[in-house]
């Protein structure tokens, strides 16, 4: 039996180039282009329990605590990008300022551009800011890169 467009369209893999980052700034949202975006994963230290005559009854392995989220961007540097600097610099003139901590949303879009999955990490805070390398022998375009580290991440398979 041939399977409809609906069928294929719905059981194929999505392809990952077609992403949309966007950082949310008290009700400002602000989509930025990234060239990777890595460490959207969920994670719980395992916890090993024994219990009185362990080797009758055996050990029973239970979720710990939820490790943090630890997120990477890349992105091409431009003459006017100093959006994540400027995040960077806020988060540490001002430590205890919950404000400066940004929800950010990663969109896997399809063909249309419409999200079809989407990851929302929640109260972000930047960690690092990384300069590109400098080679005076390439003309590879300049990355930096910075390093988030937030609370909690929800996946949303069907976003409005």
Not at 24 to 50: C, Q, R
Not at 88 to 109: E, F
Not at 133 to 156: G, K, R, W, Y
């Amino acid at each position: 039996m041939a399977l409809s467009k609906e069928d294929i369209k719905s059981t194929y893999p999505l392809p990952v180039y077609n992403y949309r980052v966007t950082v949310l700034d008290n009700g400002e949202a602000n989509v930025l282009g990234f060239s990777e975006v890595s460490g959207l994963s969920i994670a719980y230290e395992p916890v090993t329990y024994k219990h009185g005559f362990s080797f009758l009854m055996g050990i029973q392995i239970v979720p710990g605590m939820r490790q943090p989220i630890k997120l990477t961007l890349k992105k091409g540097l431009t003459q006017n990008g100093d959006f994540l600097q400027n995040w960077l610099n806020s988060c540490y003139l001002d430590p205890g300022l919950i404000t400066s901590r940004r929800d950010v949303i990663i969109d896997l879009c399809d063909e249309k551009g419409l999200p079809v999955i989407r990851w929302k990490v929640k109260q972000a805070l930047p960690t690092k800011l990384d300069a590109p390398t400098f080679t005076a022998n390439s003309n590879e375009v300049a990355i930096i890169s910075m390093e988030l580290i937030a609370t909690d991440l929800e996946a949303d398979y069907h976003p409005s």
